[in-house]
């Protein structure tokens, strides 16, 4: 042991003060650079999405309008998206051949002007529709804007400046139009609407200051543990912040989608025109996808806050195949790879969580495309023994030997995976190991570095159990009782009664619990109550459900809600009460009024109802 060296023969040079929270200032010019690349990354991905957006909008809207601006609209989308594709080009070679100081005076400016012409671009349907679209393609059109907004406040932030000139002209500047786009709900939904305005804008400052953190962490490195400390603190904190995000956003953001999802079921069955049967599926097919992305991010957050209850089951391995498919196919085209699926024999089953299995392999396709920059990816599963390997194969980067252990710890990601893409932030591996483990089940990885990986889980057989809720239809006989239905959202409890009376029920709609009770009071025989626990009231909803269940001795009743951590709502089910989650599986919830309601006689028409 070295002996010590007294502190005044050997005076210490002080400690460089470091920021406690670093600004873009304290970054160095190649890490602003390299900030301006990351944004460009995902504005390009942004713009290079819209085409399809546009399409998808425009032939809905042509169903009952006259869409020859909305046709226009696609076509501006389309020059822009090849202008940008040009930008890139140039970008690409001023990048190798320009200073950092250089690239960012030339193309910081280009990049905010092009976040402009955007965010004009997704404010334009609006514009154009405004004063004469159906309220539910309003409906639909204002869902996909946020969801827009959402995705790029999250993700094109590292340079705030070029996000904030999108966000200003795009979800900003249309609402100022949402008076002629909902000329009869407005006043509800416009204060909604600036509700989200200031949660992405507080979020969008949190996005950035992580970015502006995570760059300058590399810079300097981790070599002390004091330093490593504060980095791990400062992660967790954001990521505290994001889940508060996602809880938040994603329980607003399904309220429309429930709304979404019942009116879809509603006019599908009362359609009677064949023009509308496809256009109906390609609708439901759609809102599937956005309700499995919803389910994906509350799912995260329960896992990474630890709140989530395993609960393992026999699963059919063909459903989940078919919704990574739905989830992951445009995101595989938009980055130019092949996106396989090697489809289980159909009665390929496995014990495990649906939810905890379905995030594993949605975060490993996910992974797989991020990391390939050509090829292709390939999912696909082989019986070994007892067990059922489920593998996703790609020609990607590969991972070298000393790091086939540390890519599963969390806000970890190795060197070379930065040369190719800076999306994410290391957590995708680690909430797969911290699910596989969850569920008891094995992982791991074959990999060749700079030829491609085999990342698998490997679960245990088990016999043919139902297929999830996603591939249910619906069918039976329409149903007789009457039904109390309270929520304090005036569309959602507009879809309530559409689907319902579709069913031949007799529907009473309420907003709070006097509301409830003047029906009670005025002799109505209720059989059914389905109460959502947040009311705008303040009362908690299952206490109004039991006290109308007191009243109405002969009635049924279920909680319904978007949250999945309310304590009202874990008493509910801890005191044998359903609770149903939004958005409300239409199929499970004919299944449940059919066996507490009497049927009418006459059938229900329809085919493969699951929104």
């Known amino acids: 042991m070295e002996p010590t060296t007294p502190s005044a023969a050997l005076p210490r040079a002080a400690p460089e003060p470091q920021p406690s929270q670093p600004s873009i200032q304290t970054v160095s010019m190649a890490g602003q650079a390299r900030l301006l690349e990351m944004t460009y990354q995902r504005l390009h991905t942004s713009i290079m999405m819209l085409p399809m957006v546009a399409l998808a909008l425009t032939l809905f809207y042509r169903l009952q309008h006259d869409a020859y601006w909305m046709w226009a609209w696609c076509g501006f989308y389309l020059v822009f998206a090849a202008t940008s594709l040009a930008l890139r080009r140039a970008f690409r070679r001023d990048q190798a051949g320009l200073a950092p100081a250089d690239l960012m005076r030339r193309w910081r400016t280009r990049l905010e002007v092009c976040a402009l012409i955007h965010g004009a671009g997704t404010t334009a349907p609006v514009v154009i529709v405004a004063g004469h679209a159906s309220y539910d393609f309003a409906l639909l059109l204002l869902v996909t804007n946020a969801a827009i907004v959402a995705g790029n406040a999250t993700h094109q932030t590292p340079v705030l400046s070029v996000f904030m000139r999108f966000f200003m002209t795009g979800w900003n500047?249309?609402?100022?139009?949402q008076p002629w786009l909902f000329p009869n709900h407005w006043y509800f939904i416009l204060p909604l609407s600036l509700l989200h305005t200031f949660t992405m804008f507080r979020h969008s400052h949190t996005a950035h200051r992580f970015f502006v953190h995570q760059v300058w962490l590399e810079e300097r490195g981790q070599q002390l543990s004091a330093q490593y400390r504060e980095a791990r603190d400062a992660a967790e904190a954001a990521l505290a912040e994001k889940n508060r995000f996602l809880s938040t956003a994603a329980h607003d953001l399904r309220q429309p989608v429930h709304a979404m999802g019942l009116l879809t079921e509603a006019i599908a069955l009362r359609n009677r025109d064949a023009a509308l049967a496809a256009p109906l599926s390609d609708l439901r097919l759609n809102l599937q996808s956005v309700q499995l992305m919803f389910n994906s991010l509350l799912d995260l957050s329960k896992i990474e806050s630890g709140q989530l209850a395993v609960r393992p089951e026999p699963l059919l391995l063909r459903p989940f195949f078919n919704e990574l498919e739905i989830q992951f196919l445009a995101e595989a085209d938009s980055r130019g790879l092949h996106l396989r699926l090697h489809m289980p024999p159909p009665g390929a089953a496995v014990q495990a969580d649906a939810a905890l299995l379905r995030q594993s392999l949605s975060n490993l396709v996910q992974n797989a495309l991020r990391y390939t920059p050509q090829g292709g990816v390939l999912i696909g599963a082989r019986r070994r023994q007892g067990h059922w390997r489920i593998e996703v194969w790609d020609t990607g980067l590969g991972v070298a030997l000393e790091d086939r252990d540390r890519i599963y710890q969390p806000f970890y990601r190795p060197q070379h995976a930065w040369h190719i893409n800076r999306e994410g932030h290391g957590l995708g591996l680690a909430v797969v190991a911290r699910c596989v483990d969850l569920m008891g089940a094995q992982h791991g990885l074959q990999s060749r570095l700079g030829t491609g990986s085999c990342f698998w889980l490997q679960l245990p057989a088990a016999a043919p159990g139902p297929a999830p809720a996603s591939t249910r239809s619906l069918s039976g006989r329409l149903l007789q009782g009457r039904c109390l239905v309270l929520d304090d959202d005036p569309h959602v409890l507009s879809a309530w009664?559409?689907?319902?009376?579709?069913?031949?029920?007799?529907?009473?709609?309420?907003?709070?619990?006097?509301?409830?009770?003047?029906?009670?009071?005025?002799?109505?025989?209720?059989d059914v109550v389905l109460c959502d626990q947040r009311l705008r009231s303040g009362e908690s909803g299952f206490d109004v459900l039991l006290a109308l269940l007191a009243?109405?001795?002969q009635a049924r009743g279920a909680m319904v809600s978007g949250e999945f951590d309310a304590p009202p709502l874990r008493r509910a089910e801890e005191e044998g009460y359903l609770v149903l989650k939004k958005p409300v599986d239409v199929a499970d919830l004919h299944a449940l009024l059919s066996r507490w309601l009497p049927a009418s006689g006459d059938v229900v028409a329809t085919e493969g109802a699951r929104p």
């Open 173 to 177: 500047a249309s609402l100022l139009a």
């Open 551 to 553: 009243s109405c001795p």
């Open 497 to 526: 009664s559409a689907l319902l009376g579709s069913w031949g029920l007799q529907v009473c709609l309420a907003s709070d619990a006097q509301q409830a009770f003047a029906h009670v009071d005025a002799g109505q025989a209720i």
